[in-house]
């Protein structure tokens, strides 16, 4: 029997990790306390897709409600499956730089603690298995707002004469991070550290935006979904600053899962890669908008109002102007990597189907 072991299974990456392995022929141990509904309210639950993978999964699913701060709890489970531990895939968090400030203490523990509880199982139990983690972009903090930024008539862009996307070299030191991003970045220096000194298979991947239709998007917390729901059920949706300019780049889960699995095939021990969609993946909010509003004109003969829109001037601290994925040195590392498949194009129509169909 291959046990993978996925914390926040109910998630969008914890979730399309656990059909991916299970289809790879794994028993995935599921964790998750369904913590998003605590974050972010009743709209942001992922206890339906517990029950949906429960139903379709079967005895290949075994589920515990188990929070990551509990370290006693965690042992009992990594003790009970030791033996047959291959690969951690670690997406439980408090995801949102937003929320973090209002209860530090929550985010930092769930985070940081709750990482490094999982690092020292993964030691004690399972010294060999794969340990991913999925970090952030926020880790650089707003460093890269410090780069040649000039303003276009939809988006933020770089100078022409700057590399358009962001590699692993930019600093994380010196800048504004948010309470989230400092909690990540503790998390992402623990699974380094326990790689490189305890000689063990773990990898952070630093995501851009991560998006799928099996997200709970929230307004704190995953743009484009939430963007989605609000245009289809025709809600408000709130600009936070920079005139709906700041640039982001997207990479569906599908994809991002396709990295875990290239990864666990041949582990590095305490890497770090960037993790996103690339240029060709990245929009503006603005640009968003107009694309997801043009794709339900055509689906649904409606298109929202732009009153529906309100831009707020202040922006979210620590907030980035500009962030594009380069991930090259993932690509470099792994040849065999088929590279992104889902286009943002394609990505918009298959979160606006998926929309739709709950109407």
């Known amino acids: ?25 794994f028993v995935v141990v599921g964790i998750d306390n369904h913590m998003r509904k605590y974050f972010f309210g009743e709209l942001a639950t992922t206890e339906e897709n517990t029950k949906s993978l429960k139903k379709k999964f079967g005895k290949s699913f075994i589920f515990f409600d188990c929070d990551i701060r509990n370290y006693s709890d965690l042992e009992k489970i990594f003790n009970e499956y030791s033996d047959y531990i291959e690969i951690i895939i670690h997406t439980a968090a408090q995801p949102s730089h937003d929320w973090a400030a209002k209860e530090p203490l929550t985010d930092f523990t769930v985070n940081a603690l709750g990482t490094l509880n999982l690092l020292e199982l993964t030691r004690t ?61 503790s998390a992402d220096l623990m699974v380094q550290e326990y790689g490189k000194y305890f000689n063990m298979n773990t990898v952070c991947f630093r995501g851009g935006c991560l998006t799928g ?20 059920n025709n809600r408000s949706y709130k600009i936070f600053g920079y005139g709906g300019k700041q640039v982001r780049d997207n990479i569906h889960s599908l994809d991002l899962v396709n990295m875990f699995w290239v990864y666990h095939q041949n582990p590095k021990k305490g890497e770090v890669y960037n993790a996103g969609g690339g240029i060709e993946n990245s929009t503006s909010i603005l640009e968003a908008i107009d694309k997801v509003n043009k794709i339900c004109g055509k689906k649904i003969k409606t298109w929202v109002n732009w009153d529906n ?47 739709i169909k709950k109407l």
Not at 10 to 15: A, K, P, R, T, V
């Open 125 to 185: 139990f399972c010294k060999s298995a794969s340990f991913i983690f999925t970090s952030t972009n926020k880790v650089y903090g707003d460093n890269p707002n410090r780069l040649p930024i000039v303003e276009g008539e939809t988006r933020f862009l770089l100078d022409k004469n700057q590399k358009q996307s962001i590699d692993e070299t930019m600093s994380i030191d010196n800048c504004l991070h948010s309470v989230f991003g400092a909690s990540k970045v």
């Open 1 to 25: 029997m291959k046990i993978a072991i996925v914390t926040g299974c109910s998630g969008l990456i914890g979730s399309q990790s656990t059909e991916f392995l299970i289809e790879k022929g």
């Open 309 to 355: 829109f309100e831009c707020i001037e202040q922006n979210r601290v620590g907030d980035h102007i500009y962030y594009v994925t380069d991930y090259s040195k993932f690509k470099k590392d792994f040849p065999e990597w088929g590279g992104i498949t889902k286009s943002l194009d394609s990505i918009l129509l298959e979160m606006v189907e998926y929309e």
């Open 213 to 232: 239709p099996n997200h709970s998007g929230a307004e704190l917390h995953g743009f484009l979904s939430y963007l989605i729901k609000c245009i289809v």
